[in-house]
């Protein structure tokens, strides 16, 4: 019968919990303007993520869902927007050449983090 040492068995239970840790995926943690926020014109939106990303697959889309006084109003993608990552690597930054017009928006973003797999995620908000 063979026997088994504290420090093998103690290495292949550190061995084993370590990829369940690594595989922790990235979360948003706050975004300006925030999910279901009406805000002043703006042209700039921050999401912050708990951990780095990397900005070469990391994005987003803004698509205008509604316009005061035009009903029925059609989704609208916006375009002229250049997005970045922040200076501390957690954090996207998209501006616009101009505010943002009235109206309501769904925000829907996509980033990678060290684990590699792509998340995405969408809120909306309004700006008056």
Known sequence: MSHISLPMLAAAIV?????????????????????????????????KFNEKIFGRFSGVDLVMTGMPGMKDHPPMKMTGLTTVVGADGRSLVTTSRTPLAAGSYRLDWHIVGNDTHRIKGSYNFSVR
């Not at 999910?35 to 999401?47: G, H, P, Q």
């Open 15 to 47: 061995t084993v919990a370590l990829p369940a840790t690594a595989q922790a995926h990235p979360k948003l943690v706050a975004a300006s303007p925030a999910a279901n926020a009406t805000v002043a014109k703006t042209n700039k939106i921050e999401l």
